[in-house]
């Protein structure tokens, strides 16, 4: 199956600080990739739609200005958590598809954020 | 939106049964995929089966597109199979939603 490489695995900041992660499509293009959010014990929860080339769409109720995502070319997307504070604490996973359409999608190895 | 429901919620088998997890949806979709999500967390693709029956080794799926639910069986389990599993579901070009997962926990 295709790979999707996402970096870092995890990552510890100070409260107020800004984390990037980034997610590539390492064998295939995607127009779209996905960011997805999962709390301990729980399931994942889709955070935003990323599209290649213009503006990520946003689930309601998450913050557009607390993450940035940027898709800047058709195998990254970057997904930027801003001020983190410990509620942003979580584990963050990104997702693609490739061009043409295709259904299967394919998930990165996921980002372990801890915020202190 | 579309509804993902899984059942059941948790499941202890000794090792060596067989169990079925089961998958129900709440509107037609085109994609169908099972996950396994390992202790580090990171999710390995078990099947993508919009439809039809599939098999892997000692894993096989069912989805019936029409009545809307999908079956994973899992036959002979181990204890490398415990774990969380996952369905989820979409439409083309759109996310998948997920269901809140099987917990699977295998003894030996």
């Known amino acids: 199956g295709a790979v999707v490489s996402q970096h870092p695995s995890w990552v510890i900041c100070k409260s107020g600080t800004s984390v990037k992660i980034e997610c590539r499509s390492l064998?295939?293009?995607?127009?779209?990739m996905f960011w997805y959010r999962q709390f301990p014990k729980q399931s994942l929860m889709l955070m935003a739609t990323?599209?290649?080339?213009?503006?990520?769409?946003?689930e309601q109720g998450v913050e557009k200005d607390k993450f940035l995502i940027n898709h800047a070319s058709l195998t990254l997307s970057t997904l930027t958590v801003t001020s983190a504070h410990p509620e942003d604490s979580s584990f963050y996973i990104c997702?693609?598809?490739?061009?043409?359409?295709?259904?299967?999608?394919?998930f990165g190895q996921g980002t372990r954020l801890t915020v202190v | 939106g579309i509804q993902v429901e899984q059942s059941p919620p948790d499941l202890i088998l000794q090792e060596g049964a067989n169990s079925t997890l089961r998958c129900n949806f709440s509107?037609?979709?085109?994609?169908l995929q099972w996950f396994h999500q390992n202790p580090w967390g990171q999710l390995i693709n078990l099947f993508y089966i919009p439809s039809g029956t599939k098999q892997n080794g000692r894993l096989s799926a069912t989805t019936v597109a029409t009545e809307r639910y999908s079956l994973l069986y899992i036959s002979s389990s181990q204890t490398t199979d415990s774990g969380v599993y996952f369905c989820a579901v979409g439409e083309a070009g759109t996310a998948l939603i997920f269901g809140k997962g099987t917990t699977l926990s295998v003894s030996s």
């Open positions: 990323s599209n290649e080339g213009s503006k990520a769409t946003y």
């Open positions: 997702s693609a598809r490739a061009q043409g359409g295709a259904a299967e999608a394919f």
């Open positions: 064998d295939f293009q995607a127009t779209t």
């Open positions: 509107d037609s979709v085109n994609n």
